[in-house]
């Protein structure tokens, strides 16, 4: 019996990098949803609900720390894990990141073994003992 695949919801404003999450996620059995923008990622990430969301912090309309602070104010949409992707690489910066609810912070670039750690770290994280 194989298990459904799961969902990935990749928010990233940059095509290329966004297409290369995805094919990182991909590989890894993974659907792939990815959104350009944060405004229509909220309402792609309540409607699918995802067993993770990638998330970039520097986003052209709504940060990707709203986008995170608000999936966490929200019941159903707060024990989704997210892993936020950033070029903003301060201690700061990243504490502001775990501050907002952020699974994992990785710093670009990313590289396809860091991810796929985040991913299996998070997803056996939410897993019951």
Not at 9 to 27: G, P
Not at 100 to 108: E, I, M, N, P
């Amino acid at each position: 019996m194989s298990t459904p695949q799961k969902t990935v919801i990749v928010v990233e404003d940059e095509a290329d990098a966004a297409e290369m999450f995805a094919e990182m996620m991909r590989v890894n059995g993974f659907h792939v949803i990815k959104s350009f923008s944060s405004g229509p990622a909220i309402n792609l990430i309540a409607s699918e609900m995802p067993a993770v969301v990638i998330l970039d912090v520097m986003m052209p309309d709504i940060s990707g720390l709203e986008v995170l602070k608000y999936m966490r104010r929200e019941p159903q949409l707060a024990k989704i894990p997210v892993i936020v992707i950033s070029a903003k690489s301060m201690p700061s910066d990243i504490k502001t990141g775990m501050d907002a609810g952020a699974s994992v912070y990785l710093t670009k670039p990313v590289g396809f073994l860091e991810l796929k750690q985040a991913i299996d770290k998070v997803l056996a994280d939410g897993k019951p003992a």
